[in-house]
């Protein structure tokens, strides 16, 4: 059975100092607002609504954390880049991500998502930049790859694997569809890998 099913719910925070006590990796998903995260990290854990899925974008205000069987957890970020939220709540939001990413000590590695269709946005690429000095993975799921033809998806994918080899093995890409639950396997394989005992996630 897969290392993400069984996940269940276990806190929101809105402030750094709210979050839990940092007990077992934790492994954070992150993307702009309407990106598919929530969806990504449903079909993951094989529940139709343990991620809330909106279609109104820059509805996850807060840290959503998810506990697996194993002691692991899933965080579910703020999706970030949604223009309509007001100005002080993207600020707010942006100092939580921030500081979460930078000074979580049990955070073991960062699933990134990207539409397919837009991926490698200012705000992806500082996402990445707030992330990779800290020598941890990042996994960037290419959502809703439903939504192109096989050729268009494989390029879309060979385009942002070239702008991202410059990280090297610290940064892999796939493509990723809820709807049709294609590249869960792969994900799984990848991400799974972080939890294992001994694993290195971090060149610090």
């Not at 979580?104 to 991926?119: I, K, S, T």
Request: hydrophobic share 40%.
């Amino acid at each position: 059975m897969s290392v993400f099913r069984q996940a269940s719910f276990e806190i929101s925070i809105a402030r750094p100092t709210g979050l839990p006590p940092p007990e077992g990796a934790e492994i954070a998903f992150a993307g702009r607002s309407n990106a598919g995260k929530s969806s990504a990290i449903n079909t993951l854990v094989d529940h139709v609504r343990l991620a809330y899925v909106s279609k109104t974008p820059g509805r996850t205000q807060l840290l959503n954390f998810f506990r697996l069987p194993n002691g692991a957890r899933l965080v579910d970020l703020p999706g970030y880049g949604y223009a309509a939220v007001p100005e002080k709540v993207r600020r707010q939001w942006g100092g939580l991500i921030e500081s979460y990413l930078k000074h979580r000590e049990c955070l073991v590695g960062l699933v990134l998502m990207m539409d397919v269709r837009h991926p490698l946005t200012a705000l992806d690429l500082q996402m990445i930049g707030w992330f990779a000095p800290s020598g941890r993975p990042i996994h960037v799921l290419l959502t809703k790859s439903d939504k192109l033809s096989r050729g268009q998806g494989a390029a879309s994918l060979g385009k942002v694997r070239s702008a991202l080899a410059s990280f090297g093995p610290q940064v892999t890409v796939q493509l990723f569809s809820s709807l049709k639950k294609t590249g869960v396997d792969e994900c799984e394989q990848i991400v799974g890998a972080w939890l294992e005992p001994g694993a290195s996630t971090s060149t610090r």
